[in-house]
């Protein structure tokens, strides 16, 4: 599976948009983007997914650029219960990938009042 | 709907004692994962079942890990010896697409 780099951490002001950037210059074509969120001391949780169209679910919106190197995690209206820490995977689609989440070391972000 | 249920959620253990971790998965899903988190770092996948067999399990320290999930719904995952560098949270997760991962709560390890 491909490596994806994001910033270490991120604020961001309740109410406003956070916007969670993501590399993957190495994503092959079969791979998809993935992005969990951590809240403290609770499990993953998935939020949303996308191939090379962007995706917009009740959670967030993805945004995957044209050469499909980077993307980016859209919380249209950041509230305090959005601190987490945020985890972009690229995830393969078959053979010994299957299923399987490989996490880095995510983003944190802090949603200030 | 019911979530992936873990227990216990916290255990305190020395080293080189043994113990066990259970997890339900959610109705339905037949794919479990196991994951070890160590603090400050993203989760790690240990085991894969895909209902009672197992898919994946390279990241699994054979020596003192054993993982099963009988009739393919509970699964328990054992340390034995443990050592102090199994301190951390183990996350059991489910799946019915290849898509979602659905997690529980987790429990927290901690050996002393």
């Known amino acids: 599976d491909a490596k994806t780099t994001q910033p270490t951490s991120m604020d961001c002001a309740e109410g406003r948009a956070a916007n969670l950037p993501c590399n993957h210059s190495t994503i092959s074509g079969n791979e998809y983007v993935y992005w969990y969120r951590q809240i403290h001391s609770q499990g993953p949780q998935y939020i949303i997914h996308?191939?090379?169209n962007n995706e917009t679910n009740e959670m967030a919106s993805l945004i995957i650029t044209e050469d499909r190197k980077s993307s980016t995690l859209i919380l249209p209206h950041a509230t305090l219960r959005d601190t987490a820490v945020y985890y972009c995977?690229?995830?393969?689609?078959?053979?010994?990938?299957?299923?399987?989440?490989?996490f880095g070391q995510g983003t944190i972000l802090t949603v200030h009042p | 709907e019911a979530g992936v249920a873990q227990s216990p959620r916290y255990k305190i253990i020395e080293k080189r004692q043994s113990v066990a971790f259970w997890c339900n998965p959610i109705?339905?899903?037949?794919?479990l994962y196991w994951y070890q988190q160590i603090l400050g770092q993203g989760p790690k996948l240990l085991i894969q079942f895909q209902n009672n067999g197992v898919v994946d399990d390279s990241q699994l320290p054979k020596d003192r890990f054993s993982a099963e999930r009988l009739k393919g719904v509970d699964s328990t995952l054992k340390i034995q010896p443990a050592k102090l560098e199994d301190s951390a949270v183990y996350l059991c997760?489910?799946?019915?697409?290849?898509?979602?991962?659905?997690f529980g709560p987790g429990t927290r390890l901690t050996v002393t």
């Open positions: 995977i690229v995830k393969g689609s078959g053979g010994t990938s299957y299923g399987k989440l490989t």
């Open positions: 997760a489910s799946s019915l697409s290849y898509y979602e991962q659905y």
């Open positions: 109705s339905g899903h037949a794919t």
């Open positions: 996308g191939l090379k």
